[in-house]
């Protein structure tokens, strides 16, 4: 669900709207389109900072809409997150993965109301998770942004990863975080300007996404997202970035206020 700010006063109301309908929606939506669809396909991956040397690793899962030509987003957010960890402990040795390892949703699409683009993504994202793990000694943090928390949320099971963060998340398609089968701390974070907070969190017939994983009932540290909108959590400067940085370095940040 990563847009940008400007564009998204219609797409709460379609949102909204078709969860609100999900009775009709279960029973009409199209199936997602085949994930190895060649004209889709969206695979690319970057590192900021040493790989290699880093003491800690966060992987940043995006949201929908997010391909090959939109990837230029996703890594500015790297950066920024990179460079806010850095500033908070310069002696940090951190990387950060932008991942797009699946192709995401569409988000003015019946994709974006059920879990069928996120089920390759899940699989995906274990294989890199692991083969990474395979091979280094580093702590493994996810950052998971809208869409992308549906997929770290049905990838995380027995993954050897320390953080787990849900930010702007429609829901993980679990009633708490106790269900996710993850030892790791488990946070979650919503601005006060993020549309997303007008999106039901319901579930039936396998459309929409459950319990909000901000919500006290989910079980996780909720942590401070200021003001942030939709695609406003890496934003410079903001209390957002700050407590995904202090998250990404295995600290813990401000809760939610």
Known sequence: ??????????????????????????????????????????????????AATADRVVVVVPGSDMTTRTFDRQLRDARALYGEALRQDPSARLAVVAWLGYTTPRAKSAEILTDAMAAPGADALRRYVRGFAS??????????????????????????????????????????????????????????????????????????????????????????????????YFAPGSPALASLARIALGRTPEAAR
Not at 27 to 49: I, K, L, M, S
Not at 144 to 166: I, N, Q
Not at 181 to 201: E, F
């Open 135 to 232: 091979s280094s000694r580093a702590r493994i943090g996810l950052l998971c942004h809208s869409y992308g928390s549906v997929v770290c949320a049905k990838g995380l099971r027995g993954l050897p990863v320390t953080d787990v963060a849900f930010f702007g998340s429609p829901g993980t398609g679990v009633d708490t975080a106790a269900d996710l089968g993850t030892t790791a701390r488990v946070w979650a974070g919503r601005g006060t300007s993020d549309w997303i907070r007008l999106v039901p969190n319901v579930r039936l017939g396998g459309v929409g996404f459950g319990a909000d994983p901000t919500s006290r009932e989910y079980g996780a540290g909720v942590f401070d997202a200021g003001d942030a909108g939709h695609s406003g």
């Open 1 to 50: 669900m990563t847009s940008h700010d400007r564009k998204s006063p219609a797409r709460p109301r379609f949102l909204a709207g078709a969860l609100i309908a999900l009775p009709v929606l279960a029973a009409v939506a199209p199936p997602a389109p085949d994930p190895g669809d060649a004209v889709r396909r969206e695979r690319r991956v970057e590192v900021v900072g040493d």
